[in-house]
């Protein structure tokens, strides 16, 4: 696609539950971060990948964060046992990877925890 | 935690008037970079200066950098009510590493 995709916009979850939030990256880009925005605040660093390995996980909260990269495109942030305070919006963001390449990032996945 | 903090944290001016915003962060870079983000919305990239520019302009965009100050401007000339969004900075530690993002500032441009 034209830019980068994620799945679903909105997910509405009980506490407890686990939830999966789907990047799709523009395609050949190989570099993939996530980040997590909070309401009035600029973007968390989550975690980012190069190409299928986890380049850097140390935004990563806790070890009920999880993301996957399986084939270098696609990836998945996955949230085991979620709290209230895991409530905000998901953003992805790829780049080519290539020196200083800006990240294109995509709409976010609104998550809310009840 | 934010290695860019910028300021003001809101700003309201009218159509045609100068924006100015600006952002200070704590460690060495290798590039700052400036996102604007609509309401709702993902970010979207702006401009890019590196530690060794001082200057640099983009349209009606001029961001400069002082990297004994750590600190950096974004200048927005002849503003449009299509300006209103909020603004990140971001910077790198070195090429291809992760960006830290500021805490944004929240203009508005009336029409």
């Known amino acids: 696609g034209a830019g980068v995709s994620q799945t679903p916009s909105n997910k509405v979850t009980e506490k407890g539950k686990y939830v999966e939030l789907r990047c799709d990256p523009i395609s050949g880009h190989t570099a993939l971060y996530w980040y997590r925005q909070s309401l009035g605040q600029g973007p968390e660093f989550l975690i980012y990948f190069q190409g299928t390995g986890a380049a850097d996980d140390s935004g990563l909260p806790n070890d009920r964060f999880f993301a996957v990269r399986p084939e270098g495109s696609v990836s998945t942030l996955k949230i085991q046992r979620t709290e209230r305070g895991d409530s905000a919006v998901y953003l992805c963001?790829?780049?080519?990877?290539?020196?200083?390449?800006?990240?294109?990032f995509g709409n976010g996945t609104r998550l809310t925890v009840t | 935690s934010q290695q860019g903090e910028e300021d003001p944290q809101a700003l309201s001016i009218q159509e045609g008037e100068n924006a100015t915003m600006n952002c200070s962060y704590k460690t060495s870079i290798n590039n700052l970079q400036w996102y604007r983000q609509n309401s709702g919305r993902g970010l979207v990239h702006l401009i890019l200066i590196r530690s060794n520019e001082r200057e640099k302009h983009s349209g009606r965009l001029r961001v400069t950098l002082d990297t004994s100050k750590k600190s950096s401007s974004l200048l927005i000339t002849a503003s449009r009510a299509a300006d209103t969004a909020s603004y990140f900075c971001a910077t790198d530690a070195s090429s291809g590493s992760r960006l830290t993002f500021g805490e944004g500032t929240q203009l508005t441009v009336n029409p």
């Open positions: 963001a790829s780049s080519s990877g290539q020196g200083d390449s800006p990240l294109h």
